[in-house]
């Protein structure tokens, strides 16, 4: 009772921002006759630069969501941190770091020569890619994001991603927010997940965790399990509106 008529509604788009599966999910429950298209892209792409239909028979939680490959003019690139190479001579499931090329990426950063210099490289053959930072896998001509490069660490000599353990998660039903930081004491890196509750608060907590843990152990390798978990009422904020891992890192020293 007094919601809004949205049976009309045929057509939604989500872009920008990663989407998270478990909200794919939820979109296309709660919109079963309309068409769900998810869009990728930074800023500096010019909003999007590629995109996906998305059907409720390809989401799965325990993966990431598809956005798809680039749009018509734009070229995707994937970089190893040393060469560039066209998306589709790199191995399906090997994670780099996504670069497009095209007419609709950004030209430079006002008055900032230096960062311009740092998230540009020149193609081989001419033009220039952008750097995303995002870490992806391809399978087919598709996509599929896996975190940000400066979100991965070196744990026991094992290179670990954190958007990639959040992902994971993520995918539990009970779970409302979840961060996992990197946490170092004494020179030893351990991972901590942070993690909020859709109801039930505090007194949820232990059941949520040990839901968290399982999911750990069926789908992450052993060196990409938390070492402890923790809940949070709420969680830190920087002053773009995303989880703070820098104060969430101060706030496992303290505990």
């Given at each position: 009772q007094g919601r809004a008529d949205l049976s009309s509604v045929h057509t939604i788009i989500t872009t920008a921002s990663y989407c998270p599966p478990k909200v794919a999910q939820g979109l296309l429950a709660a919109f079963p006759g309309a068409r769900l298209f998810n869009c990728y892209g930074p800023t500096e792409t010019t909003v999007y630069c590629c995109w996906t239909q998305v059907r409720a028979e390809n989401v799965d939680l325990a993966r990431p969501l598809s956005f798809g490959y680039p749009l018509p003019g734009l070229i995707a690139w994937l970089y190893d941190g040393?060469?560039?190479?066209?998306?589709?001579?790199?191995?399906?499931?090997?994670?780099?770091?996504?670069?497009?090329?095209?007419?609709?990426?950004?030209?430079?950063?006002?008055?900032?020569?230096?960062?311009?210099?740092?998230?540009?490289?020149?193609?081989?053959?001419?033009?220039?890619?952008?750097?995303?930072?995002?870490?992806?896998?391809?399978?087919?001509?598709?996509?599929?994001?896996?975190?940000?490069?400066?979100?991965?660490?070196?744990?026991?000599?094992?290179?670990?991603?954190?958007?990639?353990?959040?992902l994971c998660l993520g995918a539990c039903e009970s779970v409302g927010a979840v961060c996992v930081a990197d946490v170092s004491v004494r020179e030893q890196v351990s991972l901590h997940a942070f993690f909020g509750v859709k109801s039930g608060g505090g007194e949820c907590a232990p059941a949520v965790e040990e839901e968290l843990r399982a999911l750990c152990h069926k789908h992450l390798p052993y060196y990409m399990h938390p070492k402890k978990f923790h809940f949070l009422e709420s969680f830190p904020l920087s002053i773009a509106g995303k989880i703070d891992r820098r104060k969430l890192r101060e706030i496992a020293g303290e505990l």
């Open positions: 040393k060469e560039l190479r066209p998306a589709g001579e790199v191995p399906e499931g090997q994670e780099q770091e996504l670069c497009m090329q095209g007419a609709q990426i950004f030209r430079e950063y006002l008055n900032a020569p230096e960062l311009t210099a740092q998230k540009v490289l020149p193609c081989p053959g001419g033009g220039r890619a952008y750097r995303t930072g995002d870490l992806v896998t391809r399978q087919g001509r598709e996509f599929y994001y896996f975190g940000r490069t400066d979100d991965t660490i070196k744990v026991a000599g094992h290179r670990v991603n954190l958007g990639e353990i959040e």
